[in-house]
């Protein structure tokens, strides 16, 4: 059962990881993602996320659910945070254990994967130059990065 | 099942007694310049797609924020649906664009 965190407030991922393979022998494999905000241009203040409050946990549950069924997951953490969040800060964290690395590696991309297109958050860009702000673009790329998972994913049992 | 785009076609349908809260997200919620309602739609209402429909019609704000129902995510009780789902039964309803988490 993966543990699901939506907070406004940081989190440390080396903890995280941590507190997954404390006290464990089994576990060969521990890969950690962290979704940081970028600012390429140097024109963005911050970045405000927005997510609907019972449903990003629901979601983000049932794909981790998903994760599970598909790799021989020991455990899993994932913490998206909400709310006003700066260039340079930690914006989501996905942990995945596994007695190998194939499917620690996997799960966790194919959590991103589906979190991008299926977690209910929308992010705002608030400019530099304190014009008004405008939201995010979902972009084509991330629904076509579904495709992979769709047949004989690397790393799955099937 | 046929399309119903008309609000004559609409108001002329028996009003549902049941009360539905519509949440709204992101853009659609600043469109529409509210994050909830509750509304009681017609009986001729569906699905998901003539909830959209029949949303659009009910002022410009609305008509604004349905203008491309294609565009439009929908959720019923906190589960991601398509637009031809049936909405018998639901206690919330969500609106909001494609998601930009992660």
């Not at chain 2, 991601?80 to 992660?102: C, L, S, Y």
């Amino acid at each position: 059962m993966a543990t699901v965190r939506i907070q406004h407030e940081d989190f440390d991922a080396a903890a995280e990881a941590a507190l997954l393979t404390r006290g464990r022998t089994d576990a060969g494999a521990v890969v950690t993602f962290t979704g940081l905000c970028r600012d390429e241009q140097g024109t963005l203040s911050a970045l405000e996320l927005e997510h609907y409050p019972g449903m990003a946990e629901d979601e983000i549950a049932r794909v981790a659910a998903e994760a599970e069924q598909r790799w021989p997951l020991l455990g899993a953490t994932i913490i998206h945070r909400y709310g006003r969040i700066r260039p340079g800060d930690n914006i989501v964290l996905v942990v995945t254990v596994s007695s190998h690395r194939q499917a620690a590696f996997a799960a966790a991309d194919f959590l991103m994967d589906y979190l991008k297109t299926r977690a209910p958050f929308w992010k705002m860009e608030i400019r530099a130059d304190g014009s008004e702000g405008q939201w995010v673009e979902a972009k084509d790329a991330d629904d076509k990065a579904l495709e992979k998972w769709r047949k004989g994913a690397v790393g799955s049992r099937d | 099942m046929k399309k119903m785009r008309q609000s004559t076609k609409f108001e002329a349908e028996i009003m549902n007694n049941e009360n539905l809260k519509l949440s709204y997200f992101a853009w659609v919620r600043e469109r529409i310049g509210r994050a909830s309602e509750d509304v009681a739609p017609p009986q001729g209402v569906r699905t998901v797609g003539d909830l959209i429909a029949w949303l659009g019609e009910r002022g410009e704000e609305y008509a604004y924020a349905f203008e491309r129902p294609a565009v439009i995510r929908a959720a019923i009780d906190r589960v991601h649906v398509k637009h031809d789902t049936p909405i018998a039964g639901a206690r919330e309803i969500a609106f909001f664009p494609p998601m930009t988490g992660g």
